[in-house]
């Protein structure tokens, strides 16, 4: 019966209580079991205490058959239930760890691209340094934030995997804090004007030192600021 459900009629005919702790043992069993109790008792606390036990339902005996066959008929309704919600659960499971690979490898293939763009976009306000370009040099710095805030999005759907996982990790350094805020607000003040939207940004800080996760910060401030 450990293999797959069925219907198992008890008889607490037997001594010590024997009935009660099988039931018990029954319903830790991987797969569902319709256990129905036949018992020359038939009075209240009796019956509670067989139910509370595990079982299902409970009949007098010797059993009437019509009654113990419409008994039978609940359990097999019961049975074959179960065994569509656990179908019902055993896809749901496949499409979850299908979905998790589909994002997993999506995610790669968007990161390899983007992270050529990162690169290439540096290697350019680089030279705009170098040249004294101010203008280029500014704009160069807005792709990257874009990019790198497009970045953590993508990492984003990774970390939903390793959430539902309980793998997400968070990693505390030191961090400057006036320096996080600059660059959330230079990143988000281009998705503002695009909605005809300003942002004004007025803080006081004694102390730009903080211990965070920068990347896990960042997220929350443009999604504080986008909302």
Do not use: W
Request: contains cysteine; glycine residues 2%; charged residues 25%.
């Amino acid at each position: 019966i450990q293999d797959h459900s069925s219907i198992i009629i008890l008889s607490d005919a037997l001594h010590n209580n024997t009935t009660e702790t099988l039931c018990s043992q029954i319903q830790k069993l991987p797969h569902f079991h319709y256990v129905l109790v036949t018992s020359k008792q038939s009075d209240t606390d009796h019956m509670i205490a067989i139910l509370q036990s595990g079982a299902h339902d409970f009949l007098p005996s010797p059993p009437i058959p019509a009654v113990l066959k419409s008994k039978l008929k609940i359990g097999a309704r019961l049975v074959g239930l179960e065994a569509i919600k656990q179908n019902a659960l055993d896809q749901a499971e496949q499409a979850n760890r299908m979905k998790s690979c589909f994002l997993a490898n999506m995610s790669h293939e968007l990161r390899t691209p983007l992270n050529a763009v990162i690169g290439y976009t540096e290697m350019m306000q680089e030279q705009a340094e170098i040249d004294a370009r101010a203008e280029d040099f500014d704009d160069h710095r807005r792709v990257l934030l874009s990019a790198r805030y497009l970045l953590s999005l993508i990492n984003d759907i990774l970390d939903l995997s390793k959430i539902e996982a309980d793998k997400m990790s968070v990693y505390i350094r030191t961090e400057n804090l006036r320096g996080i805020i600059d660059d959330v607000v230079a990143t988000a003040v281009t998705l503002a004007e695009k909605n005809d939207n300003k942002i004004k940004l007025l803080y006081t800080l004694d102390d730009d030192v903080i211990q965070t996760d920068k990347l896990r910060l960042v997220q929350i401030l443009l999604n504080l600021i986008s909302n």
